[in-house]
């Protein structure tokens, strides 16, 4: 049974349960980009991205990735461990995209020779700006060992959600992850992954199956994330 509400984000509520190391996580309907500028409802993205999620999380678990997840509760909900976020965002890309491409003119598309992991403070008043590990060990973010293990395992997530997902006709293009802190200090992957937080396109027809469809206004974003989460459900 869901306590108190603890904390409640652009995309997901959390709240309290009986258990002191244990959350209850909703996932809303609600879309929002460029930073909450535009807002809208996406009808079923929340039970699309609790139902993608709950399919990857234990996934990752048996590839050796430590997670917050525990299990799915309803269409809406699941239990998760009580973390503590580390606010900083972890974006990793195979392929250049987004802001990545805009900031350096590099068009999309364009596969990169190495995975890249980019750093971000996460502050919605301040959009999520970029920054590098200096600054989050300089303002007590994280440490240099917790930086050096979020590193490892986000490209650890990244080297089982590639060829996973090209299995299924899909090139993860690039995805943000977020980390946080149990209660004995150990850091395990929290938040969620799903087509809000991934940029996922149709390896043969290049169509774009995420969030990219609701912030270009290229419509069809229900039935992206519907095709996402029948792929995700797809058997190996
Ligand atoms: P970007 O190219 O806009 O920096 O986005 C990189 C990846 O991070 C993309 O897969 C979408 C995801 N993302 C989030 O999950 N939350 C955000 O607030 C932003 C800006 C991007
Ligand atoms: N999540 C961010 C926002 O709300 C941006 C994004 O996903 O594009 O504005």
Redesign the pocket.
Same mark, same amino acid.
């Given at each position: 049974m869901r306590g108190e509400l603890r904390y409640e984000g +652009?995309?997901k509520r959390v709240y309290a349960t009986s258990e002191p190391g244990q959350y209850i996580v909703e996932y809303k309907d609600d879309a929002?980009?460029?930073?909450?500028? +535009?807002k809208a409802q996406i009808s079923g993205k929340g039970a699309i991205n609790n139902a993608i999620t709950a399919q990857l999380y234990p996934k990752l678990e048996a590839a050796g990735i430590p997670t917050h997840f525990l299990r799915q509760l309803s269409p809406n909900e699941q239990l998760v461990r009580a973390v503590t976020i580390i606010p900083v965002e972890v974006i990793i890309r195979n392929v250049a995209a987004g802001s990545f491409s805009k900031r350096l003119g590099i068009e999309e598309g364009v596969s990169l020779k190495r995975p890249v992991v980019e750093y971000c403070y996460k502050s /919605?008043a301040l959009g /999520?700006p970029l920054i590098n590990t200096d600054t989050a060990i300089s303002l007590g973010w994280a440490s240099e060992e917790d930086l050096q293990r979020i590193r490892q395992l986000a490209l650890k997530v990244r080297d089982f959600l590639t060829p996973f997902f090209a299995q299924r006709g899909i090139k993860l293009i690039d995805f943000k992850l977020e980390f946080g802190k149990l209660s004995d200090a150990s850091i395990v992957l929290a938040d969620e992954i799903s087509p /809000?937080?991934c940029r996922f396109w149709d390896a043969r027809s290049g169509e774009k199956l995420d +969030?990219d469809r609701f912030?270009r206004d290229l419509g069809g974003v229900e039935d992206a994330y519907a095709e996402m989460l029948r792929r995700v459900l797809r058997e190996d």
């Open positions: +652009k995309a929002t980009a460029f930073n909450g500028v +535009k /919605d /999520d /809000d937080t +969030k912030r």
